[in-house]
């Protein structure tokens, strides 16, 4: 895997009532910039109100040291944006469990950790291009990419969807905080088909459990006028679910009824 590039680029920066250009490098962060990447996360998480919300600090230096990587984005020489990507041990194990994947696949793996961004600077896409960026460095060596986001983190979900990303089940993480299961597949490429998706509020957890029990996979993220929704498809268009009047054999209730399971309230 190539372990160094630089590339260099504008950003918009919107602060006190301004808006500019600013001109920014990304890299791969090293050993001497550790300090710089655990303060932006510090002060990142410290910003959102949870400083347990990412990961703990030994996962980024663990990253940069070589049990994975970090893309680091720099404007005027400061460290302002951050995509970790982690190949260690413990985190790999955990989305082999994830995905159910043989053991054979563990040295296919790679977790995506985390992306965070300064305020001054969000809105520049910056999530979306350094997956891209991610990606591009780890295949074809790894092609499993594995990541777990919040039911109330809509802006990740919708990246990470649009990104090739497929939710593959629902469960409870990090000591009983509710995580959607993503999965990338980069080798196998499967295909969903998305004409005759089912549609289903991001709370209704049950029936979102009860689709993904029959072989269904999330693939997008709706907005509407009762709030979000994921979309729901089959991964062979051969697959029906249809009785004999027509109507759908799965039928979900698609109710808003409170589900009393820990969630982190933000996973930025």
């Given amino acids: 895997m190539r372990r160094?590039?630089?590339?260099?680029?504008?950003?918009?920066?919107?602060?006190?009532?301004?808006?500019?250009?600013?001109?920014?490098?990304?890299?791969?962060?090293?050993?001497?910039?550790?300090?710089?990447?655990?303060?932006?996360?510090?002060?990142?998480?410290?910003?959102?109100?949870?400083?347990?919300?990412?990961?703990?600090?030994?996962?980024?230096?663990?990253?940069?040291?070589?049990?994975?990587?970090?893309?680091?984005?720099?404007?005027?020489?400061?460290?302002?944006?951050?995509?970790?990507?982690?190949?260690?041990?413990?985190?790999?194990?955990?989305?082999?469990?994830?995905?159910?994947?043989?053991?054979?696949?563990?040295?296919?793996?790679?977790?995506?950790?985390?992306?965070?961004?300064?305020?001054?600077?969000?809105?520049n896409d910056i999530q979306h291009f350094t997956f891209l960026k991610a990606e591009n460095l780890l295949y074809p060596y790894r092609y499993h990419l594995h990541t777990t986001i919040s039911p109330l983190n809509n802006y990740s979900l919708r990246n990470m969807l649009r990104s090739g990303f497929l939710v593959v089940d629902l469960k409870e993480k990090y000591g009983g905080y509710l995580r959607f299961i993503l999965h990338k597949d980069l080798q196998a490429l499967p295909k969903v088909c998305i004409h005759e998706h089912i549609e289903v509020p991001i709370e209704d957890y049950d029936s979102q459990l009860a689709l993904l029990s029959m072989g269904y996979y999330g693939y997008a993220i709706k907005k509407n006028h009762t709030g979000y929704s994921v979309l729901y498809g089959t991964r062979s268009s051969s697959t029906r679910h249809l009785g004999k009047s027509g109507e759908e054999l799965v039928h979900l209730v698609q109710k808003k009824a409170k589900v009393l399971r820990r969630i982190l309230p933000h996973d930025f």
């Fill in 4 to 123: 160094t590039f630089k590339e260099t680029f504008f950003l918009v920066k919107k602060s006190h009532g301004f808006r500019c250009n600013v001109l920014c490098k990304m890299r791969l962060l090293r050993k001497e910039d550790i300090s710089l990447a655990l303060s932006l996360h510090k002060k990142i998480a410290k910003d959102i109100g949870d400083e347990n919300i990412f990961c703990a600090e030994h996962t980024i230096e663990e990253s940069i040291l070589g049990q994975g990587f970090v893309i680091g984005i720099f404007a005027e020489e400061v460290l302002i944006a951050m995509r970790a990507v982690s190949f260690g041990s413990k985190y790999v194990e955990e989305a082999l469990a994830d995905l159910r994947l043989p053991d054979k696949e563990r040295n296919h793996i790679a977790v995506m950790d985390f992306c965070i961004t300064e305020k001054a600077f969000r809105g």
